[in-house]
Nanobody, 125 residues
Framework: QVQLVESGGGLVQAGGSLRLSCATS????????MGWFRQAPGKEREFVAG????????YHVDSVKGRFTISRDNAKNTVYLQMNSLKPEDTAVYYC??????????????????WGQGTQVTVSS
């Protein structure tokens, strides 16, 4: 059984930082790309960042580029999202997810089959 457990969310002032973690089990972690998504109230879930199975390739959407950094530690089966210079519009529930296809990095929620429970990130102005 594949499980993903996120941690690290919370309340922070604008300009602050948070680091999200996502620990996984039940799948050969190093064979699969990982992604971070977020969903704000009343909005669709959106892709934030993705990282290849080896960690050699990363992708960040324009709205977070230069502020957020995705990384992974295959020895710990964990993926991270470092979020700096946070803005109120970053407020959302953040989810990590694992790609459904090995050795492939997608950017649509439909490309991912296992999800964490979500962690709330709230940025106050």
């Amino acid at each position: 059984q594949v499980q993903l457990v996120e941690s690290g969310g919370g309340l922070v002032q604008a300009g602050g930082s948070l680091r999200l973690s996502c620990a996984t089990s039940g799948r050969t972690f190093s064979n699969y790309a990982m992604g971070w998504f977020r969903q704000a109230p009343g909005k669709e879930r959106e892709f934030v960042a993705g990282i290849s199975w080896s960690g050699d390739s990363t992708y960040h959407v324009d709205s977070v580029k230069g502020r957020f950094t995705i990384s992974r530690d295959n020895a710990k089966n964990t993926v991270y999202l470092q979020m700096n210079s946070l803005k109120p519009e970053d407020t959302a529930v953040y989810y990590c997810a694992t790609e459904r296809r090995p050795y492939t990095l997608g950017n649509s929620p439909y490309d991912y089959d296992y999800w964490g429970q979500g962690t709330q990130v709230t940025v106050s102005s």
